[in-house]
């Protein structure tokens, strides 16, 4: 194995996560246990660098249905794994010496700039001689439903991505950065990360990065839908949104309730609607807003605490929406709502 690149290692804090430190222990057997429960049944050979063993850590964040994970160990340390986790595990190390093996053939060293999503049907070997690693844990059936919406029908085949992930090419490089940008983020104990919108939202961004930047098995599936939905589909839609317009709801949900594949929703918004479907939505939850702005008490409520209800967290651009639909600010609508109505 080739000695260890510095200049390739991900430039981040020295110790990121340590907000969410879950434990610390220089007993192996415990750390490996925890290693268990967290990526599914693996064997394990240990070797200490020198009479005893160091310290083991282990931090886990955990984001709508994501887990950011740091593992750092003193020791050498093999992995190899028996069975499916529950997620796959997208992984980059950070320091120390790296090397997985798929099979009885394929053999990587793996630098800063070179990471893995570990696969779900065929041996693995993990090599970490004295490492620290930052990980991305996914559940296998967020990223399965995803796919679903995208491609329009039922997966039955498991999923495979390539497990090499290349921070050089354009969606590993996604990748990289968007596990970089968590990281630096979930420093900070007001972070916009900690609201479960925008947290839903990340998991729906991360998700789709993976899907269309890592190559997998069904890559030409969701690269080969072109068809519209029909009109009875985007009617569907259409129905699910106003249903569905004061909850939090995303882009595949509505895909679901039409019955279609997302492409192929928003394809058909444009063609028979010439607009998107994310478009409409933001328009009914306006009219949620103005409806519960004409009828609230202004001394009991403001507009910021409605706003928010329906999703909206930037007030400026709230409020230019807002006038452009209705005529008036929305704080003028609230003012009015107790007062004389203009005649007409």
């Avoid at 994501?66 to 020791?75: D, G, H, I, M, N």
């Avoid at 909850?247 to 594949?261: K, V, Y």
């Amino acid at each position: 194995m080739s000695p260890r690149n510095s200049a390739n290692r991900i430039p981040m804090n020295p110790e990121p996560l340590r907000r969410f430190k879950i434990f610390e222990t220089d007993e192996p057997d415990d750390a490996l246990a925890t290693l268990d429960r967290l990526y599914g049944k693996q064997k394990y050979d240990i070797k200490a660098p020198s009479t005893a063993f160091g310290p083991t850590s282990l931090s886990v964040a955990n984001l709508s249905n994501l887990a950011w994970v740091r593992f750092k160990t003193s020791y050498d340390l093999t992995l190899e794994k028996e069975e499916p986790g529950p997620c796959f595990g997208l992984s980059f190390p950070t320091n120390g010496h790296w090397q997985l093996t798929l099979g009885s053939l394929s053999q990587f060293a793996i630098s800063g700039l070179v990471g893995c999503i570990m696969p779900q049907d065929r041996a693995v070997k993990v090599f970490i001689s004295e490492g620290e690693c930052l990980s991305l844990m996914i559940p296998r059936s967020a990223i399965q439903e995803k796919l679903e919406a995208l491609i329009g029908k039922a997966v039955t085949a498991p999923m495979e991505f390539e497990p090499i992930v290349d921070a050089r090419t354009s969606g590993g490089a996604m990748l990289h950065r968007s596990m970089d940008m968590v990281v630096e983020q979930l420093v900070e104990p007001e972070s916009p990360l900690s609201h479960p919108a925008v947290a839903a939202r990340l998991e729906e961004f991360i998700i789709h990065v993976l899907l269309h930047g890592q190559p997998h098995n069904y890559r030409d599936a969701i690269t080969g839908e072109r068809r519209a939905a029909t009109p009875k589909q985007v009617r569907r839609a259409e129905s699910f949104i106003q249903a569905h317009s004061g909850e939090t709801i995303r882009l595949a949900q509505i895909a679901d309730a039409a019955g279609c594949s997302i492409r192929a929703l928003q394809l058909a918004f444009r063609t028979f609607r010439d607009t998107t479907p994310m478009t409409l939505l933001k328009q009914a939850r306006l009219a949620r807003v103005h409806s519960e702005l004409s009828r609230s008490d202004p001394g009991a409520v403001t507009v910021t605490e409605i706003a928010t209800r329906y999703g909206f967290y930037n007030l400026g651009r709230f409020a230019q929406e807002y006038r452009r639909s209705f005529g008036q600010s929305p704080l003028e609508t609230l003012r009015l709502a107790f007062g004389p109505r203009p005649t007409t």
